[in-house]
């Protein structure tokens, strides 16, 4: 079964694969895989992938490690999983996050979408959303946009009133 290899190494520096790092979550009581983690929340670091370890990921997507990271947690979720990231808001407009767009639209649905006020990190400026995908078919997104205000996040989204998008797949 999948957790025969748990509790090897992995090469340095490479993603960790979920049934190798977090065996109970992957693994089923007989060793059986059922598809993956129910959910992935973080933070992923940002920043373009140095030319020297782009072979080690995905040619498909963006070279920028946020979009990497999103990538690859989709991959890992189990049928009806959830993903949440905090993350730069590059991916909604940017054209090089084309890949990245169709991905979180076409495999899933995006549910929620909470662009944060510019200044939400002290120690650096850099604009960033909040979203949370569905590995399930969907037609609405939740939006709610905070960008351009100094309104604390955690008051703010307890006033918004989301504005609801229907999603095109």
Same mark, same amino acid.
């Given at each position: 079964?999948?957790?025969?290899?748990?509790?090897?190494?992995?090469?340095? %520096?490479?993603?960790?694969? %979920?049934?190798?790092?977090?065996?109970?979550?992957?693994?089923?009581? %007989?060793?059986?895989?059922?598809?993956?983690?129910?959910?992935?929340?973080?933070?992923?670091?940002? %920043?373009?992938?140095?030319?020297?370890?782009?072979?080690?990921?995905?040619?498909?997507?963006?070279?920028?490690?946020?979009?990497?990271?999103?990538?690859?947690?989709?991959?890992?979720?189990?049928?009806?999983?959830?993903?949440?990231?905090?993350?730069?808001? /590059?991916?909604?407009?940017?054209?090089?996050?084309?890949?990245?767009?169709?991905?979180?639209?076409? /495999?899933?649905?995006?549910?929620?979408?909470?662009?944060?006020?510019?200044?939400?990190?002290?120690?650096?400026?850099?604009?960033?959303?909040?979203?949370?995908?569905?590995?399930?078919?969907?037609?609405?997104?939740?939006?709610?946009?905070? /960008?351009?205000?100094?309104?604390?996040?955690?008051?703010?989204?307890?006033?918004?009133?989301?504005?609801?998008?229907?999603?095109?797949?």
């Amino acid at each position: 079964g999948c957790c025969a290899a748990a509790g090897r190494g992995r090469d340095r %520096g490479s993603f960790p694969r %979920g049934e190798l790092a977090f065996p109970p979550v992957c693994c089923g009581a %007989g060793g059986e895989a059922p598809g993956g983690s129910a959910a992935a929340v973080g933070n992923p670091p940002y %920043g373009e992938i140095p030319a020297d370890r782009a072979a080690a990921f995905d040619p498909d997507t963006t070279n920028n490690v946020y979009a990497q990271f999103v990538a690859r947690a989709q991959e890992l979720l189990r049928d009806g999983g959830r993903l949440s990231f905090v993350t730069p808001t /590059s991916w909604e407009t940017g054209p090089e996050y084309e890949q990245t767009r169709a991905n979180l639209v076409e /495999s899933g649905h995006l549910t929620t979408l909470v662009n944060l006020p510019y200044d939400v990190f002290d120690d650096a400026y850099v604009d960033t959303a909040v979203f949370v995908w569905a590995d399930t078919p969907g037609e609405e997104c939740a939006v709610v946009d905070l /960008s351009g205000t100094r309104v604390d996040p955690a008051v703010a989204l307890t006033e918004a009133e989301p504005t609801t998008f229907a999603v095109a797949g």
